[in-house]
Structures are given as structure tokens and as C-alpha cells.
């Protein structure tokens, strides 16, 4: 067994590439083995800033010896058929034997090949490997460049290092040969080149020259070596996953290193500073004690530096102070402008064009935030603080003005911050708390507080019916306006929250056209949603499709007490006597072309319309209600469901199971007596209509 290195050094490859190169270069590599007959006992990449390596342990010194034997045609085939099998096998017909099958007289190819050396194999095809290599985006370099037909690489590519164990698997791609010759650190390495001795030294041989080949080990010296940085100045480090990722694309030889800026650029918001910290600069923020942003950060050095970093240090916060005096500069402007002055700026700015303008959803989101809380869909959660109509106003005031930053000098140099901007500005002056709470969580998946929820749910509902209404709507994987994410936000503050609205009627005062197709575009987010809750998606269907009910609370209530229902003896017994009254039904129903229903009459008539006991007890199952005339199991069902006792009304269901037992097991449906045969029809309608009360159970897989 051997062990193979495959590196591929250029020039400094995007941090954002490396990941993705890593996948594909080992996906290229293990199909290739799979080609070629050869298994590696494990496969292995790694990505620096420059060099893009392949580890495959435990390969074979050469490919297995194959011994097939193939079938052709008949041996009086058709010329061109004979022709080509041969052509398939690499044969002359002499090379061909023939063989009576008991079914004719056939032609059989006897294949073997010879096992191959893994070095002459990997010499072969690791070149189409390597210039089929696909990047975001290449470059050609050198003089060859002139010409379009010139080797691309993501950067030039300087070297290619190929060992088998120690022997240097020879071929040329890309115009380069490969050998054993690499480059250690930019800085810190020897001068000139780095030779490999070794497939089983290269990461040995590499960080001797200050290179960390691993990307887990240098996030794990980026963490380790911040969190040191920050805790000895007295800070705490804010943990970051995606700065490590990138911090360790951009480093060979990662130095952590802390510095300051000045305090006073600590009036700005610090979301704005952070940003610019983790965005502009790949600086990590701290904390003091109490967990507010401190005058610090932690940047990362690509070497040791003889003075400690200082100077290095020195330089990142001259860079981090001309960044937040632009930041601050945007803020102050922002914040010597009322926040309505810039929700004047909303018309121009597109919303879509087959949508009108911010400005037109933003009125049509305060008209529809305002009906949320008069209709008592959102109620005032405070009516011993403020009236319900302060409430309103608030509500309103608060979608008037989440857009309003959008048009901010800070958002226009952030896009990230839009809506925490717009809170910051609203509580510099003076703004209720309310109102700042719903600017600042108006993109927040669950908003917390009545206002940030009405308002939110306002503009996400808005944005599902208008695009609907404009027949724009997510196909398949694509969802450009994000609809479905829309949908999902408003069953996390509806359902999570267990918020209570009348969902249809909300979408109708919203313009919606169609309405039922938005309650089942919310179903089919519902069970997404509740798949990890373990919650069927059978159930969800089998419960909305008894329509007019839109509370979605209640649905998802009914649905988990039917799914609790369905896993016991009782209920899966009686579903199992559903179905089959259910088809019994449905084929009576077709051929004799009506409908069934039950009768419900008197107790005392049930002895004479009725034969049987096991009949008669169905039949007083369904017996008339003095009051309503309905069937009384019909009525208690209603009565349950309205009172959302769900786990009764399962409870009264289950009462059907041993009646409808023994009815399947001792009355003949279709008796030759018609008025016999439509009463006892009538009572399998019966039992479908009850199950149907609580869910349409047909829609039930299995």
C-alpha cells in the first residue's frame, strides 16, 4: 500500500473558494479510482491561501487483474449487430467463441486486462483531472495568454507536486511539470523553493516552513489564540464561526493580534461597528464584563512579527478608524433628520414593478398592521396603559416608519442594518418603545411584543398576496422573492407563539383573490414546519381539507390530538372500519348514483326500523337529538370541537369502534331488501360523517 500527494500551489485563492474546491477536487479524485479500479483506504483535501492538496492513503501499487466473460448476438446475427459487439469488446470475430445455450447458438467474448501500475495510472488521467478543474472564476496568465486557448486556473498556477510515497508520479498539466518542488511561507519559509520528500512528511515538511496545512487547526489557533488576545486585555471575545472560516482562508501561519480605537466612536450603534469590523476589516469584536461592545477587536496577522505585531496591530487600527469616522459620519447625518423625512423617499424606490413602490406597500401594510389590532386579531396587551385606540395609532406609526431607513446614508452603506437603523433612529428621538421595538425587529424571523408581531405579520402577509395576486409564485427550488421564508415567518409568530387570527379573513382585507390558495400554500409550509415536531403531513392535509376553519393554533391542536388518537389500538381499529365504510360508500354511492346520509330517528324507533341488536346499537349511536333533530353523536362531536376539547371528541369517536367492529362482522351491507340496504348504507355514512367532524381521514396515507 502507498500513500498519494497531490498538490496544486498558485498564486492566493478567494477564502470563499476553498471550500468548494476542496469538495469537487475530492469528488474528481475518488471518481477517478472508480474509474480506473482502484480503492484508497481513505481521501483527504486541505486549502491554504495557496495551494489546494489531495492526501489519499492506502492505495494499491497497481489496479487488480479483470477476467469478464461478455455475451453477444447469435452467432447467425445480422452482420452489423456481430460488428457491433466487436467493436464493444476490442475483438476479431476469430477471437470469439461460440456456444449452443439450449436457446440457440451464441457469441461469447472472454475479456481480461492485465493489472496496471497506480503510478502509470494516475500519470494518465490526472491531467484531464486538473484542466477540468471549474472555478467561479479563472484567469489565464503568462505569455501564453494572448490566447484564449491558454491554460485558466482561479490564479496562476505555479507548481504541481505529485508523490506515490516518495516517487514523483510524472505528467504535465497545464503546462506544468509535475515534481516534488512547492513554496513554503511568502515570509516566514526558506528562500526558494520547498522540495517534499514524501507523500507521508508533506504536512511535516510544510509547517517546518510555516505552513499550517490543516484548516482546522488553524481555526482552532485563530479561536484559541483571540480568545487569549481578548482575555488578557480584559475582555471577552465575541465567538464568530464564519470570521474563523475566513480568517483561516486568508492565513498559513495565523497570529491573532489585539488592538483598540478610540472610545468615542462608541455613540455610533454598535451593530454599525461590528460590521464594519467583520465585513470591512475581518476583525473579531469584544465584550467588556456586562457584555457591551468594547474599544477593541482582534485582527489576524499571516506572521510572527519581530516586534510582537505591534506594528502590524498599529496599522489595523489606523484602517478601523478611518472605516468608523465614514460610519460615524453616516450615523450623525442620519440622526440630524427626522425618520419621516426619509419615508418621503419611498416612492422612488421600486418595490417591484409589477407592484408599485415601497412607498404603496408601506400604506398598504399600515392599513392592514391598524385592521389587525381594531379587528382584535392582535388585542392590546396593555389596556390599563394606553387605550386601544393609542394602541392602533402606535401600530400604525411603527409600519409607517419600519421601511423609513432604507433611505438612510447609514443603511445605503450597510444594507445589512436596515430595520436595526431605523429602530436606533426612532429611539434618538423619541419614539414610543413600541414603536422602537417594532423598527428594530421588523426583519427578525419571531418578533417579540404585539407591535413588532402586528407589524410584521402585516408586511409579511402583504408580500404573499401581493406577489400571488401578480401570479408570481416559487416553482420548484427557486423562491427569488423568498415566499416561502415569508410563509414560514408567519407561522413561527402565529404557531410558536400560539397567536390566534382569523388567517383567511386577514388575507382577503389584504386584496387577496384567492384566498383558499394561500391556506394551502400555509399548509404546505405547516408541514414543513412541524416535520421535525414529528407531526404528520397526512394529518395536516386530512385536517385542512375540511375547510373553513383558519386558525391556525387550533388546526395544528386538532391535528396533533388526531395523531395522538391514531397511534392507539382504539383508533387505529377504528380507522381501519372507516376506510372500509368509506369505499363500501364510495362504490354504492357511484353505481347507484346519490349520495348516502344517516337517518337519525327516535330511540323508540329504532326497534322497528332497524334488525338486529348489532344494528340497532350502531343505529342509537346516530339516535335524534329532542333539540336539534341532528344525529346526538353529531351534535356532542360539535359541541367538543367548539369548545377545542380535541382529545373528547377523539374519545367520543373511539366509542364507534366496537359497534362498527361487529357490524362488519355480522350484518350484510348489501341486503336484497332495498329499504334494507340504504338504511345500513345510511349508517356507514354515518360513521364517515363522524370521522369527518374532526378530519377528512381519507387523506390519510397508508
Not at 154 to 175: C, H, K, M, T, Y
Not at 449 to 467: H, N
Request: with cysteine.
Amino acid at each position: 500500500m502507498a500513500d498519494f500527494l497531490l498538490e496544486l500551489f498558485s498564486e492566493e485563492i478567494p477564502a470563499r473558494m476553498q471550500p468548494a474546491a476542496a469538495t469537487q477536487l475530492r469528488e474528481k479524485f475518488a471518481a477517478l479510482l472508480a474509474e480506473a479500479g482502484l480503492k484508497a483506504a481513505s481521501v483527504e483535501t486541505h486549502t491554504t491561501p495557496r495551494r489546494l492538496a489531495l492526501m489519499a492513503r492506502g492505495l494499491p501499487e497497481s489496479s487488480e487483474a479483470v477476467s469478464e466473460e461478455r455475451r453477444g448476438p447469435r452467432a447467425d446475427a445480422p452482420a452489423q449487430a456481430v460488428e457491433g459487439f466487436l467493436k464493444s469488446t476490442g475483438l476479431s470475430r476469430d477471437q470469439l467463441d461460440e456456444r449452443d445455450t439450449g436457446k440457440g447458438v451464441f457469441l461469447f467474448a472472454n475479456l481480461s486486462r492485465a493489472g496496471r501500475p497506480t503510478s502509470e495510472i494516475l500519470a494518465e488521467r490526472l491531467p484531464a483531472l486538473i484542466s477540468g478543474f471549474q472555478w467561479p472564476k479563472s484567469q489565464r496568465w503568462g505569455a501564453a495568454s494572448a490566447s484564449t486557448a491558454s491554460p485558466r486556473w482561479v490564479r496562476p498556477l505555479r507548481e504541481i507536486v505529485a508523490l506515490l510515497d516518495s516517487e514523483i508520479v510524472e505528467f504535465d498539466a497545464l503546462g506544468i511539470q509535475s515534481g516534488r518542488t512547492t513554496c513554503g511561507h511568502r515570509f516566514m519559509g526558506q528562500k526558494g523553493s520547498l522540495c517534499i520528500s514524501s507523500a507521508g512528511a508533506y504536512a511535516r515538511e510544510l509547517a517546518a516552513d510555516f505552513v499550517v496545512l490543516s484548516e482546522n487547526e488553524r481555526r482552532a489557533e485563530i479561536r484559541n489564540g483571540a480568545e487569549q488576545a481578548a482575555s488578557e486585555a480584559g475582555y471577552r471575545l465575541r465567538p464568530d464561526e464564519g470570521l474563523e472560516a475566513e480568517n483561516a482562508g486568508l492565513t498559513e501561519w495565523p497570529v491573532p493580534l489585539l488592538g483598540r480605537f478610540d472610545e468615542s466612536f462608541l455613540s455610533v450603534p454598535p451593530e454599525i461597528i461590528q460590521l464594519t469590523m467583520r465585513t470591512n476589516q475581518k476583525y473579531f469584536a469584544v465584550e467588556d464584563a456586562e457584555g457591551k461592545l468594547a474599544p477593541a477587536f482582534v485582527c489576524v496577522a499571516n506572521l510572527v512579527a519581530a516586534d510582537k505585531g505591534w506594528t502590524i496591530a498599529r496599522g489595523n487600527e489606523r484602517v478601523l478608524s478611518a472605516r468608523l469616522a465614514d460610519a460615524r459620519f453616516f450615523w450623525e447625518q442620519d440622526k440630524s433628520k427626522p425618520l419621516e423625512s426619509f419615508g418621503e423617499k419611498l416612492k422612488d424606490i421600486v418595490f417591484h414593478e409589477k407592484l408599485g413602490t415601497m412607498a404603496e406597500k408601506v400604506e398598504r401594510v399600515a392599513k392592514l398592521a391598524r385592521w389587525l389590532v381594531e379587528s382584535g386579531a392582535i388585542p392590546n396587551p396593555t389596556p390599563e396603559q394606553f387605550s386601544d385606540a393609542e394602541f392602533a395609532d402606535r401600530v400604525e406609526r411603527a409600519a409607517r416608519l419600519a421601511k423609513a431607513d432604507l433611505t438612510t446614508g447609514t443603511v445605503g452603506e450597510f444594507p445589512e442594518l436596515q430595520g436595526i437603523i431605523g429602530g436606533y433612529l426612532a429611539e434618538a428621538q423619541g419614539e414610543k418603545p413600541g414603536v422602537v421595538a417594532a423598527l428594530k425587529q421588523h426583519y427578525a424571523p419571531v418578533p417579540e411584543g404585539c407591535i413588532p408581531v402586528a407589524v410584521a405579520l402585516a408586511d409579511r402577509l402583504d408580500t404573499l398576496v401581493s406577489f400571488f395576486a401578480a401570479d408570481i409564485r416559487p416553482t420548484g427550488s427557486k423562491d427569488p422573492f423568498a415566499l416561502r421564508r415569508a410563509a414560514l415567518g408567519v407561522l413561527d409568530m402565529l404557531v410558536i407563539e400560539g397567536r390566534r387570527i382569523p388567517l383567511q379573513h386577514a388575507l382577503k382585507v389584504a386584496g387577496a383573490k384567492d384566498a383558499d390558495e394561500l391556506i394551502g400554500f400555509f399548509a404546505d409550509r405547516l408541514k414543513v414546519q412541524q416535520r421535525e415536531a414529528g407531526v404528520r403531513h397526512d394529518l395536516i392535509d386530512a385536517v385542512f381539507a375540511l375547510g373553513g376553519e383558519d386558525d391556525l393554533v387550533r388546526l395544528l391542536a386538532r391535528v396533533k390530538a388526531v395523531q395522538a388518537f391514531t397511534e392507539t389500538d382504539d383508533g387505529r381499529n377504528l380507522l381501519a372500519g372507516y376506510k372500509r365504510a368509506a369505499n363500501i360508500l364510495k362504490a354504492e354511492e357511484k353505481k347507484d348514483g346519490r349520495s348516502y346520509a344517516v337517518e337519525p330517528v327516535d330511540l323508540a324507533s329504532i326497534e322497528s326500523k332497524y334488525i338486529g341488536e348489532t344494528e340497532k346499537n350502531l343505529a342509537r349511536l346516530f339516535a335524534k337529538s329532542q333539540k336539534t333533530g341532528n344525529a346526538l353523536l353529531f351534535d356532542e362531536a360539535d359541541a367538543l370541537l367548539g369548545r377545542e376539547d380535541f382529545e373528547g371528541a377523539m374519545k367520543l369517536l373511539a366509542s364507534l369502534r366496537e359497534p362498527v367492529d361487529r357490524f362488519f362482522e355480522e350484518v350484510t351491507v348489501n341486503d336484497p331488501v332495498p329499504e334494507v340496504r340504504a338504511r345500513r348504507l345510511g349508517l356507514l355514512a354515518g360513521v364517515r360523517d363522524a370521522m369527518h367532524k374532526v378530519a377528512d381521514f381519507s387523506k390519510l396515507e397508508g
